[in-house]
Structure formats: structure tokens, C-alpha cells
């Protein structure tokens, strides 16, 4: 008999896990709190954050700021479209118009790659340390089992079911920063528009519900046909497993066609699924863009018919010109475009945190 795993203490589990201080030792659970995930309450956030130590949340704080202000940086740059557009148009200093405006450039640069530099590497550090714990305090749990339980378990698909749980929290705190970009990007893009001139961009706004919905449709599409897709390799993943496992009982009862024929529709559903998907993602990705082409010549004919009109900028208060006429457009869509990348790590988060409750339901609550 495996040692009972109460007589276990787990030094990787910090203490803010179980919340019951430095004794808190692992406890076992019943079939079926781990076997059915769709039984569990997803965790709390707080909950999911708390295996990490004060210097890995350090860590994560900074790789968000990085990923807040990589996705300022990405739309700032549509500041500096108006005097770049009206310089070239000007008749008198062009040249020192365009020595300034291009050391502002290269100075947004620069903040841009020390921004993305700290994001891309310190986020993905964090999800690598938590995706660690996870899978030694995972596999010293399953290790420390009485043998009854792996009676009463598909031992052959644990180790697929441990891969998915972690896989799936580490792939939301690397989503994470990207969604923080997103919504920087969006908020700041909105904020320079409507600075720059709230007519214009009231206007822009009326075509960014159609490419919201694109988006989305596109976004649930992908979502649903992962989920089916995975079913499909996972059941090809047991069936190869238990034929490999048990290989002299196939080859003596001559039941190779038979697991051929179980592994070839699995894979058959998988390749279904996927093209399905492909054209949906594919005809919804299309209306995106066609909305967006709309909005191309929605913004220049407005824009054209505020100059030729002689409308002056409220902002302003002098006549359109077409640097700003740009400097809102630009500034509208790459709002728009960054709000589709917040969706993601929210979607990412919420199946981390259904994932996580059934690693948590395996230690005393």
C-alpha cells in the first residue's frame, strides 16, 4: 500500500494555499470531487494567484505595466501623424519639422521595445513558474495514492488531464498581459480621438458595433471548435495509450483493426471540426474586414467634406487638415482592432480558473 498521503507535507504549497498555516498537509478527495471538473465551483482569482511568492507577483505587476504601456506606445504613434502629414504638405521648415518629428519617433521606439522587452519576458517567466508547482504538486499527489484509487481512476488519461489543467492556467496568465495591451491600446486610441475631435469620431464610432461582431462571432467559432477538437484527441490520445499498454492482449485477440478503426474516427472528428471552423473563422474574419474598408472611405469622405466645407476643428479651432483627419482615423480603428485582443485572456482566465478548482479540490480546502 501507498503511504497514506495525510502523513505528506508539501514544501512547494505556500502556506496562502490552504490558508491553515505551516502544517497544512494534503488531503485526499473523493473520486469524484477531481474526476468531474464540471462539478467544481471555478476558483477565485486570488485563489489561482496563490501559489505564486510575493517576488514572482513583483514579477507579473511589472510584466502588466510593460504590457499597459507597449499598448500605449502602439497607438501614440498616431499622434504624430498630423504634424507629419501637414509638414509634408507645408511650404516653409520642412526639414526641421521632420528632424523633430522623426527623433520623437525614434524615442517611441525605444520606449516600445524596453515596454514589450519587460512584458515578453517576465510574463511568460511567471506562467513557466506556477506551471511548474502545479505539475510537481500534481504528480506528488497522484504519486501518494492508495492503490484503490487509481482503481477507481483512468489512470491511462491522467496524465492527458493533469497536461490539460496546467496547460490551461498557463495559458492564461501569458494571455493575460496580452488582453492588458489590448485595453490599454483601446482606451488611449478613444482618449486621443475624441481629444483630437469628438465630431469626427462619433462618427467612426457607428461602424465599430459590425466589426465588434465580426470579431466575436469569429472569436466564439474558434472557442467552440477547440473544445470539440480536443475531445477528439483526447480520445485518440486513450485509445493509442491503452493499445500500447495492454499490446500483447491486442496483437493475441488480433484486435489491431479494431483499435485502428477507434483511433481513425476519433481523428476523423478532429479533422471534421477543423474544417468547419476554417470557414467560419474564415467567412467571419472576411466581414471584419469589409466593415473595415467601409470605414476607410466613411472616414475620408467625411473628412474631405469637413475641409472642403471649411468646418473648423472644435478642438482646434482652426480648419480640418488632413493630419488630423488621419490622426483620428488611425486612432479610432487601432482602438477598435486592441479591443479584440481582450477578449482572449478574459475567455483564457475563466477555463483557468474552472481547470484550477479541480487541482485545488486535490489539497484541504
Avoid at 34 to 63: I, T, Y
Avoid at 86 to 101: H, K
Avoid at 270 to 299: D, E, I, P
Avoid at 316 to 328: C, D, E, H, R
Amino acid at each position: 500500500m501507498a503511504r497514506p498521503v495525510e502523513d505528506e507535507t508539501l514544501e512547494l504549497v505556500p502556506d496562502e494555499v490552504t490558508g491553515a498555516g505551516p502544517d497544512v498537509s494534503v488531503s485526499k478527495s473523493s473520486p469524484d470531487q477531481h474526476d468531474h471538473k464540471d462539478n467544481l465551483q471555478p476558483v477565485s482569482v486570488s485563489r489561482l494567484f496563490s501559489l505564486a511568492r510575493p517576488l514572482e507577483l513583483l514579477a507579473f505587476a511589472a510584466g502588466i505595466l510593460g504590457a499597459a504601456c507597449w499598448g500605449f506606445a502602439q497607438v501614440a504613434m498616431n499622434i504624430f501623424w498630423t504634424d507629419l502629414i501637414d509638414g509634408l504638405g507645408g511650404a516653409t521648415d520642412i526639414i526641421n519639422q521632420i528632424n523633430q518629428i522623426a527623433i520623437s519617433v525614434c524615442y517611441l521606439g525605444l520606449f516600445t521595445l524596453v515596454a514589450s522587452g519587460i512584458s515578453g519576458w517576465l510574463l511568460p517567466l511567471f506562467a513557466e513558474l506556477q506551471s511548474r508547482k502545479m505539475q510537481a504538486l500534481y504528480l506528488d499527489f497522484v504519486l501518494h495514492q492508495d492503490i484503490s484509487w487509481f482503481d477507481t481512476h483512468d489512470v491511462q488519461a491522467l496524465p492527458t488531464h493533469i497536461k490539460e489543467d496546467v496547460d490551461l492556467v498557463k495559458d492564461a496568465f501569458d494571455k493575460i498581459g496580452t488582453s492588458c495591451m489590448g485595453l490599454s491600446a483601446c482606451i488611449s486610441g478613444y482618449v486621443i480621438a475624441f481629444v483630437r475631435s469628438w465630431q469626427l469620431t462619433l462618427i467612426f464610432l457607428g461602424l465599430i458595433p459590425l466589426m465588434g461582431l465580426g470579431a466575436k462571432q469569429m472569436g466564439s467559432v474558434i472557442e467552440a471548435a477547440v473544445s470539440e477538437s480536443q475531445q477528439g484527441y483526447s480520445q485518440a490520445a486513450s485509445t493509442v495509450e491503452e493499445s500500447l499498454f495492454a499490446m500483447r492482449t491486442v496483437v493475441a485477440f488480433g484486435k489491431e483493426q479494431i483499435s485502428l478503426a477507434t483511433l481513425s474516427r476519433a481523428l476523423e472528428k478532429a479533422r471534421k471540426t477543423g474544417v468547419k471552423t476554417s470557414f467560419k473563422a474564415g467567412f467571419w474574419l472576411g466581414f471584419t474586414w469589409a466593415v473595415m474598408f467601409a470605414s476607410y472611405g466613411v472616414a475620408f469622405y467625411t473628412g474631405m467634406l469637413f475641409k472642403y466645407h471649411g468646418v473648423k476643428n472644435h478642438s482646434t479651432g482652426q480648419v480640418w487638415t488632413p493630419g488630423n483627419i488621419l490622426a483620428v482615423f488611425f486612432c479610432v480603428l487601432s482602438g477598435s482592432f486592441m479591443m479584440g485582443n481582450v477578449a482572449p485572456g478574459i475567455v483564457a482566465l475563466s477555463k483557468a480558473k474552472t481547470s484550477a478548482a479541480r487541482f485545488f479540490c486535490c489539497f484541504g480546502q
